[in-house]
């Protein structure tokens, strides 16, 4: 599982907008540090990047099980569970938004909201 090029862009975008990008890892090297940290018991902030990819990848896991496995018709192999989740899932039912992009949406947002709530952000 990989995410297409469009939708990574995407999930950035929509994070510099929600005001979270600043809390993106500026490298892999720094996610691992931040791993590393965590699971020595340290404070670490949290990545909204990591997270939001996470979270989409196991909501994808939880309605499209088949992304787990080749994509034949992807030049890597792997199925970008957004994509998959436009093609077999309706969009939402209120916005009519499609769903890769309403699960972008909420999801950062949700995160916003949580990273407010633990002091991550200040509350405007």
Known sequence: MKFC???WDQLREELKKQGLYFMVSKSGEEV???FVKEGDGQAVAPDPLMEAHNM???RGLQFLP?????NPDDTEGHYCALCEANKYLPPHPVTKIECATSWIET???HLKEEYTKEG???QN
């Open 107 to 109: 999801l950062c947002q």
């Open 56 to 58: 989409i990848l196991q």
């Open 66 to 70: 088949h992304i787990i496995g080749s």
């Open 32 to 34: 691992v540090n931040r």
């Open 120 to 122: 991550w952000l200040k």
């Open 5 to 7: 090029q469009p939708h």
